[in-house]
């Protein structure tokens, strides 16, 4: 797999921040935090972002279902710095979208995430509905021109 395009690696170019500690129980036997862990800070950090957008899937009656995560390990990250997870929107699709996330310590990329999400509801596959499709178009990855 093809490693990030380097814009990714700018913190400013993510709309939303949040910062999770890392914990001593992270750390795996070479000593840097472990890739499981990694996955778990940038779920919290996607819970995190979607409230700061003000939306949550249970007022609409529906349910968002994560369809694909796609990890990159850049750097090996370390106990006991925290982790920044800065993210954005990096596409809105009919039903589903993809939340871009990076991972910083010591303002470092350490790590890039990917997260499509789908909507779904009792019929199935639900459209995305207007006012969450602007609160997306607010949060989008600036990509550099």
Same mark, same amino acid.
């Given at each position: ?10 913190? &400013? ?28 800070? =940038? ?15 249970? &007022? ?12 990159? =390990? ?8 925290? =982790? ?19 991972? =910083? ?41």
């Amino acid at each position: 797999m093809a490693k990030p395009e380097s814009w990714r690696f700018s913190p &400013e170019a993510y709309r939303f921040v949040t910062s999770i500690d890392t914990r001593f129980q992270d750390l795996d036997t070479m000593g840097h935090i472990n890739n499981v862990a990694i996955s778990g800070i =940038f779920e919290t950090a996607r819970i995190r972002f979607h409230h700061h957008m003000g939306r949550h899937p249970q &007022e609409q009656g529906v349910r968002w279902l994560v369809a694909n995560v796609n990890l990159n =390990f850049i750097e090996e990250s370390h106990f006991p710095y925290p =982790f920044e997870v800065h993210c954005a929107i990096g596409h809105i699709g009919r039903t589903s979208w993809t939340i871009s996330s990076a991972g =910083f310590q010591k303002g470092v990329c350490v790590a890039t995430c990917d997260t499509t999400v789908v909507t779904h509801g009792a019929e199935g596959r639900r459209l995305i509905d207007d006012t969450l499709r602007e609160a997306m178009e607010l949060n989008f990855l600036r990509k550099p021109e």
